[in-house]
Structures are given as C-alpha cells and as structure tokens.
C-alpha cells in the first residue's frame, strides 16, 4: 500500500503565506509526477502544481509567481509554498502521485485525502 498524507494547512489573512508539506510512504519503488490540486466548494477539482522527478514544475495560470512547488526526492516528499494568498485560493488541497511499488510494475496513480486552507480576514 501507498499512502499520501498532507499537512500545513490552516487559516491565514489575505496577502499571508502557507507552505504545505505531502509524505508518501509504504511500498515505493520509485516516483514520477508529484503535484497539488484543490477544490474549493461547489467546483470542480483543479490543478495547481506540478513538478516532475527531476524536478521540473508546471504552475497553474492563477498561482503563478504566487505559489512554488518543490520536492524532496529522498524523502518521497512535495511541498508547496503559498504567498500572498487570496480568498480565492481557499479550497482543500490535495496531493497527488504517480508511484511505481516495484521494479516490474506500472506507476499508479495516488491521492492525499486533503489538507484545508482558508484565506480570510
């Protein structure tokens, strides 16, 4: 089994700052992609981030300059430092991963069960 556990999520005032932290852990061979997606209520899940094994990002257009996704390859970590959030960026956050458990097998797809962030004065 794989597992995907978020945390730093919490409350902050507009224009302040949340870094997020996703440990995989269990049975893992390796990992490709890892990213963050949110979504806020009453919308669709969406993409935020996401960074490659070698570390190349990709950033969604609205967190742009904002946000930046990192990774701890030894540590089967993703991170996401947030600044100057808006009420906007308030949803539940959600790691993502594509692990491959063994040296023969395909990578699979996992999920985080999310972390709340709330940006509000």
């Known amino acids: 089994q794989v597992q995907l556990v978020e945390s730093g999520g919490g409350l902050v005032q507009p224009g302040g700052s949340l870094r997020l932290s996703c440990a995989a852990s269990g049975s893992i061979f390796s990992i490709n992609t890892m990213g963050w997606y949110r979504q806020a209520p009453g919308k669709q899940r969406e993409l935020v981030a996401t960074?490659?094994?070698?570390?190349?990002?990709n950033y969604a257009d609205s967190v742009k300059g904002r946000f930046t996704i990192s990774r701890d390859n030894a540590k089967n970590t993703v991170y996401l430092q947030m600044n100057s959030l808006k009420p906007e960026d308030t949803a539940l956050y959600y790691c993502?991963?594509?692990?491959?458990?063994?040296?023969?097998?395909?990578?699979?797809?996992?999920w985080g069960k999310g972390t709340l962030v709330t940006v509000s004065s």
């Open positions: 993502n991963a594509d692990v491959k458990r063994a040296v023969s097998t395909w990578y699979i797809n996992y």
């Open positions: 960074i490659t094994s070698g570390g190349s990002p």
